[in-house]
């Protein structure tokens, strides 16, 4: 195990199962003041998925595509907020959890590269994956649980109008290519892996 993998080891979700739910719901309740925030829940849900997809495939070719897809997922996901919602987490007076939510994503994004490199089947890439899974599913619960409930409180109406659009923008973009707010608009909206 690497000093990375340690390091993920040692920030592997303390919360339950019921605790992320419950805090999930909560989120989902408040969304209707923040339209961003229900496009955030949609993708965590949909990145939720794509991990299953991951461990649930039989082959290396099918871990693989599983791979790439939660990659893409993730990296769009990632791009969107790093490049709207934590700044406006800053601006909110929360610069503490803008710079952990940076530093987190970079770290999962590491570990997605160096699983790029391995044997999809082998018990080394399943231990790093989930090493990779528990960590995303920490830094989402604090998303859920407090950083985003904040902003929400925090932040007036029409940042959240403004947050909302552009997070779209900037998660259609990667997706599909997408560069303006009226071509986002046409654009197919991403629902998850088949």
């Known amino acids: ?72 997922l993730l990296t769009a996901h990632s791009i969107a907020e790093e490049g709207v919602i934590y700044p406006a987490l800053s601006d909110n007076g929360e610069t503490g959890h803008a710079t952990m939510a940076y530093t987190e994503q970079s770290a999962a994004k590491m570990q997605i590269g160096l699983l790029a490199h391995m044997d999809p089947m082998s018990q080394d890439f399943m231990d790093k994956f989930g090493h990779l899974e528990g960590a995303v599913k920490h830094h989402v619960y604090q998303e859920e649980s407090k950083w985003f409930i904040d902003l929400i409180d925090d932040a007036p109406q029409a940042d959240h109008d403004w947050i909302s659009e552009r997070y779209a923008e900037e998660f259609n973009r990667y997706m599909h290519g997408v560069n303006d707010a009226e071509e986002v608009l046409d654009a197919p909206q991403y629902t998850g892996i088949n």
């Open 1 to 72: 195990m690497s000093i990375l993998d340690k390091i993920v080891a040692a920030v592997t979700p303390p919360e339950t199962d019921y605790e992320r739910q419950e805090a999930r719901d909560i989120a989902r309740r408040k969304a209707d003041k923040a339209p961003w925030l229900r496009m955030v829940l949609d993708h965590h849900e949909q990145i939720d998925g794509a991990f299953e997809q991951v461990k649930a495939s039989s082959s290396a070719g099918q871990r693989l595509v599983a791979l790439r897809q939660l990659t893409e």
